[in-house]
């Protein structure tokens, strides 16, 4: 079965572990919170509640590509009680943030699109957007969110980045991750990277599985620009704390 190109992603692994990353994180009074690619918006409104929710001082934006998502989000957020000091904005990454001002934020989260999608993709199949936002190797839109990063948290107090996504080569994936940073900035991120063991795959069986998942075969991968066969992949939990 084919999934529409709007719909939204289900609550999953990827998104429990990032619940219960946020719910580890220290709560400060006139925190901003900020869930990018936020979905139904679950990951952010979990973190308003673990903060004792939304005050005066605090603030909570859930930015998504996705329409649809928008919908879910708002809904969310007047089913959980959340009426002021909230926002649903939809766009393309940080350029979402647009539309009600570029802030800085104490905390991000994010579950981006990881899974890795041939460099032609038939119109026929038309792969939900955030099954398709991967790119050729599942981090393009990583290295859009590292790029930036660092322009949307506090200066003037530790900030941090949660992230749960996947990623090649997971022993390496500190340093990877870091060059994704602009250059002037990488000194003043620390990173950190947590994954299980038992989570491991080559990238042929990875591959298959997303395959079998989506229903169906692809017979056009582009080897050209694809990491290595003997590549590993690991599901991650990011920490990236601004000092």
């Given at each position: ?6 719909a ?37 409104i979990?973190a308003v509640f673990?903060?004792?929710?939304l ?72 792969p ?13 839109v ?19 980045m ?10 390496e ?7 994704f940073l602009?250059?002037?900035k ?15 795959e ?42």
């Open positions: 079965m084919r999934l529409p190109r709007n939204i992603m289900p609550v999953g692994y990827d998104t429990l572990e990032l619940l219960s990353l946020s719910a580890g994180v220290r709560r400060n009074p006139g925190e901003r919170v900020l869930d990018m690619c936020c979905g139904s918006g679950i990951q952010g979990f673990c903060r004792n929710g005050d005066d001082d605090n603030e909570l934006v859930l930015a998504d590509i996705n329409e649809r998502a928008m919908h879910f989000a708002v809904a969310n957020l007047a089913l959980n009680g959340i009426h002021r000091g909230a926002w649903a904005v939809r766009g393309d990454l940080f350029g979402a943030l647009d539309i009600i001002g570029c802030k800085k934020f104490d905390l991000v989260l994010s579950n981006p699109p990881f899974v890795a999608v041939p460099s032609y993709v038939s119109p026929q199949l038309q939900a957007l955030y099954a398709i936002g991967g790119g050729v190797d599942g981090m393009y990583l290295r859009r969110i590292m790029a930036k990063c660092l322009d949307f948290l506090q200066t003037n107090k530790i900030s941090m949660l992230m749960v996504t996947e990623v090649p080569n997971v022993q994936s500190c340093t990877m991750l870091r060059s602009p250059v002037e990488r000194c003043r991120a620390r990173i950190r990277v947590a994954y299980v063991d038992e989570d491991v080559t990238t042929e069986s990875y591959s298959h599985e997303r395959e079998v998942e989506a229903g169906i075969e692809i017979a056009t991968r582009d080897g050209s620009v694809a990491v290595s066969s003997h590549a590993i992949y690991k599901r991650v939990s990011i920490f990236d704390d601004l000092r």
